[in-house]
């Protein structure tokens, strides 16, 4: 078999020649032939054999199908046990030779790339979203491996420093994960005081190296990633690699913890979302951090984020019904998830794409930036019906309701959430079509309203679909879809005047948007439980549902704080300031324990920025 023929044709010729040494008779076991395959095949190149492989395998099974002559069968038929016997001693090759051949693999991809293009070729052989991922010990010999260059090239040097400071950080940091949370004395998430507890103050105090000290700092302090970047525009080749292993593994670590909250399957995936999230932000504002002086550690960020959402993506708890979940480092939600949208429009349509779009197209609607969520759902809706994704089509034309209902367009609103119903019925997805439930009676309730149709009939017709979506929520276990459910009811019958009915479901809605994690959801709720108290004249309910509605949405962008605002003015005018006051401390207890102590202090500031826009 000569070296000079490509490998393909090698691997051929080496596959023939088993082939023909097995019908004649000179293989006497299995053994013999794993022997020649360790000796045949070079680490690295497995997918070349493998295909040449396949190629082998189809040419004779055609041939047993086809032949009609007895003696040429019965060849065939033997050759093609020998080409079986091959294919299970090269599963074997690849079970045992697993390692090395990942190595090798990202030896080549790395040692290959022109010199810009190295950092690249760093996070494609570290992407978790491989068929066989590296591991820590992969790593490490992968960083052994390209000490073996670093005379010929200091990038491989770099390269190599940069894994082997950054998987000595995560050796300490990984010791004392979650340590963090006890300081916080329970309080999960990615805030704490400024500069003293959470987990990046937490982890800055573990790890070694200058870079990543003063990255966590950052973070700690509540400064943004895109300020880090421009402070550290002469960092090098080592630094970033150091940094990435730290965070790479840093994110897996916590998500991994997370999903295996098996004792509260509700804060497990929630805590986990929220991570991926945050994760996929700070890479992303290091992307535009680095993007006017630092092309290549600007796209490696751009890629590294992509990898997280992918990952996400793929995440059977992916939320394709959810509001904003992720606590990011700070006290504010605000435009966080914009940060996103740039890189991916630079994204082939796929399947991931489809689902990461769904979630900017909600988390706009929040925001009341209704024209920029009609188009991530349109986009999605048509990628998803292009990759066969029929959950994530039903969940687009469900958010496309919802966002005509905010625009007040019911009409549009009730075409896309009956499209939505037949589809998910057809497909028998049943969360798309509680969904569908729901936003159907929701908006024909919103419609009836509008036009003033006060026939009760219309209204029943319209409640009967949203207990309907309701008892399915409930069924399914699903509390994402359960909160959009009752919180929706609770509008319903506020609009139709049954205030004491839309409390029961609006308090509810509350409830199970603070277990499903949806803020959005959290300050609506809570909105329009104002709203209900100050119908029966409750003010002191009002005055305290209200404030936490006004800050909740605030605190995440939403238009629809400053309807709270106006209602909560108009309170403060009728039983006047003192009063509303006093009102005011009464709760603060309560209060603090859902926003702390700078939520409540930065109520009276919000009603007093209200008045001074008026």
């Given at each position: 078999?000569?070296?000079?023929?490509?490998l393909r044709d090698r691997y051929l010729?080496?596959?023939?020649?088993?082939?023909?040494?097995?019908?004649?008779?000179?293989?006497?076991?299995?053994?013999?032939?794993?022997?020649?395959?360790?000796?045949?095949?070079?680490?690295?190149?497995?997918?070349?054999?493998?295909?040449?492989?396949?190629?082998?395998?189809?040419?004779?099974?055609?041939?047993?199908?086809?032949?009609?002559?007895?003696?040429?069968?019965?060849?065939?038929?033997?050759?093609?046990?020998?080409?079986?016997?091959?294919?299970?001693?090269?599963?074997?090759?690849?079970?045992?030779?697993?390692?090395?051949?990942?190595?090798?693999?990202?030896?080549?991809?790395?040692?290959?790339?022109?010199?810009?293009?190295?950092?690249?070729?760093?996070?494609?052989?570290?992407?978790?979203?491989?068929?066989?991922?590296?591991?820590?010990?992969?790593?490490?010999?992968?960083?052994?491996?390209?000490?073996?260059?670093?005379?010929?090239?200091?990038?491989?040097?770099?390269?190599?420093?940069?894994?082997?400071?950054?998987?000595?950080?995560?050796?300490?940091?990984?010791?004392?994960?979650?340590?963090?949370?006890?300081?916080?004395?329970?309080?999960?998430?990615?805030?704490?005081?400024?500069?003293?507890?959470?987990?990046?103050?937490?982890?800055?105090?573990?790890?070694k190296s200058e870079l990543p000290q003063?990255?966590?700092?950052?973070?700690?302090?509540?400064?943004?990633?895109?300020?880090?970047?421009?402070?550290?525009?002469?960092?090098?080749?080592?630094?970033?690699?150091?940094?990435?292993?730290?965070?790479?593994?840093?994110?897996?670590?916590?998500?991994?913890?997370?999903?295996?909250?098996?004792?509260?399957?509700?804060?497990?995936?929630?805590?986990?979302?929220?991570?991926?999230?945050?994760?996929?932000?700070?890479?992303?504002?290091?992307?535009?951090?680095?993007?006017?002086?630092?092309?290549?550690?600007?796209?490696?960020?751009?890629?590294?984020?992509?990898?997280?959402?992918?990952?996400?993506?793929?995440?059977?708890?992916?939320?394709?019904?959810?509001?904003?979940?992720?606590?990011?480092?700070?006290?504010?939600?605000?435009?966080?998830?914009?940060?996103?949208?740039?890189?991916?429009?630079?994204?082939?349509?796929?399947?991931?794409?489809?689902?990461?779009?769904?979630?900017?197209?909600?988390?706009?609607?929040?925001?009341?930036?209704?024209?920029?969520?009609?188009?991530?759902?349109?986009?999605?809706?048509?990628?998803?019906?292009?990759?066969?994704?029929?959950?994530?089509?039903?969940?687009?034309?469900?958010?496309?309701?919802?966002?005509?209902?905010?625009?007040?367009?019911?009409?549009?609103?009730?075409?896309?959430?009956?499209?939505?119903?037949?589809?998910?019925?057809?497909?028998?997805?049943?969360?798309?079509?509680?969904?569908?439930?729901?936003?159907?009676?929701?908006?024909?309730?919103?419609?009836?309203?509008?036009?003033?149709?006060?026939?009760?009939?219309?209204?029943?017709?319209?409640?009967?679909?949203?207990?309907?979506?309701?008892?399915?929520?409930?069924?399914?276990?699903?509390?994402?879809?359960?909160?959009?459910?009752?919180?929706?009811?609770?509008?319903?019958?506020?609009?139709?005047?049954?205030?004491?009915?839309?409390?029961?479901?609006?308090?509810?809605?509350?409830?199970?948007?603070?277990?499903?994690?949806?803020?959005?959801?959290?300050?609506?709720?809570?909105?329009?439980?104002?709203?209900?108290?100050?119908?029966?004249?409750?003010?002191?309910?009002?005055?305290?549902?209200?404030?936490?509605?006004?800050?909740?949405?605030?605190?995440?962008?939403?238009?629809?704080?400053?309807?709270?605002?106006?209602?909560?003015?108009?309170?403060?005018?009728?039983?006047?300031?003192?009063?509303?006051?006093?009102?005011?401390?009464?709760?603060?207890?309560?209060?603090?324990?859902?926003?702390?102590?700078?939520?409540?202090?930065?109520?009276?500031?919000?009603?007093?920025?209200?008045?001074?826009?008026?």
């Amino acid at each position: 078999m000569s070296d000079s023929l490509p490998l393909r044709d090698r691997y051929l010729a080496l596959i023939d020649e088993i082939v023909e040494t097995t019908l004649k008779g000179k293989i006497s076991s299995v053994e013999q032939v794993y022997q020649i395959l360790l000796q045949g095949i070079t680490s690295g190149t497995g997918e070349v054999f493998e295909l040449a492989l396949s190629d082998r395998l189809n040419t004779v099974q055609r041939q047993v199908d086809g032949e009609k002559d007895e003696l040429k069968k019965s060849k065939a038929t033997r050759g093609l046990r020998a080409i079986k016997t091959i294919q299970s001693q090269w599963q074997r090759w690849q079970e045992q030779n697993k390692a090395t051949e990942a190595i090798a693999l990202a030896m080549r991809e790395i040692t290959t790339a022109p010199a810009g293009d190295r950092l690249a070729a760093f996070i494609r052989v570290t992407d978790p979203n491989q068929r066989q991922p590296l591991n820590l010990s992969q790593l490490q010999q992968l960083a052994k491996s390209l000490q073996q260059f670093a005379q010929a090239d200091a990038d491989y040097e770099h390269i190599s420093n940069g894994i082997t400071r950054g998987l000595a950080a995560w050796q300490r940091l990984q010791d004392n994960l979650l340590s963090w949370m006890y300081e916080q004395k329970g309080s999960l998430g990615f805030g704490g005081v400024p500069g003293e507890r959470g987990p990046w103050a937490s982890w800055a105090k573990l790890v070694k190296s200058e870079l990543p000290q003063a990255f966590f700092r950052t973070l700690a302090l509540e400064r943004s990633p895109i300020e880090f970047a421009q402070q550290h525009q002469g960092i090098t080749l080592g630094d970033w690699v150091e940094l990435t292993v730290i965070l790479q593994y840093l994110q897996r670590g916590l998500v991994n913890w997370f999903d295996q909250q098996a004792y509260d399957v509700l804060a497990g995936p929630k805590l986990s979302i929220s991570t991926f999230l945050t994760f996929a932000v700070i890479w992303s504002q290091l992307a535009n951090g680095f993007v006017n002086t630092g092309a290549v550690y600007s796209n490696a960020a751009w890629q590294i984020m992509l990898q997280i959402l992918r990952t996400f993506a793929q995440r059977p708890y992916f939320p394709l019904y959810g509001g904003i979940f992720a606590s990011f480092s700070g006290s504010s939600l605000r435009d966080a998830l914009d940060y996103l949208d740039e890189p991916l429009t630079q994204v082939e349509g796929t399947q991931e794409k489809a689902r990461i779009l769904t979630l900017l197209g909600y988390s706009q609607r929040a925001l009341g930036q209704y024209p920029r969520s009609h188009k991530f759902h349109r986009q999605a809706l048509e990628i998803a019906r292009n990759a066969g994704d029929r959950p994530c089509e039903i969940a687009n034309l469900n958010h496309t309701s919802r966002t005509y209902v905010q625009e007040q367009n019911y009409a549009e609103a009730i075409n896309y959430s009956q499209r939505a119903l037949i589809l998910s019925r057809q497909a028998g997805d049943r969360t798309g079509e509680a969904n569908a439930l729901v936003n159907l009676g929701y908006s024909e309730v919103m419609q009836a309203q509008q036009l003033e149709n006060a026939e009760p009939e219309t209204y029943e017709t319209a409640i009967n679909y949203l207990e309907q979506g309701l008892k399915l929520s409930e069924k399914l276990g699903d509390i994402q879809s359960k909160a959009l459910c009752v919180s929706s009811l609770g509008i319903a019958y506020l609009v139709i005047g049954q205030h004491q009915a839309a409390i029961k479901y609006l308090e509810e809605g509350f409830k199970t948007a603070q277990v499903s994690g949806d803020l959005y959801l959290q300050g609506r709720n809570l909105a329009y439980l104002a709203e209900a108290y100050y119908h029966l004249q409750n003010a002191e309910k009002a005055v305290y549902t209200g404030s936490l509605g006004m800050y909740l949405l605030e605190q995440i962008a939403s238009r629809e704080w400053r309807q709270v605002a106006g209602l909560l003015t108009i309170l403060q005018g009728q039983i006047g300031a003192e009063t509303f006051e006093i009102v005011l401390q009464q709760h603060r207890p309560k209060i603090i324990s859902v926003i702390g102590v700078d939520g409540y202090d930065h109520i009276p500031q919000l009603l007093a920025s209200y008045k001074q826009d008026m």
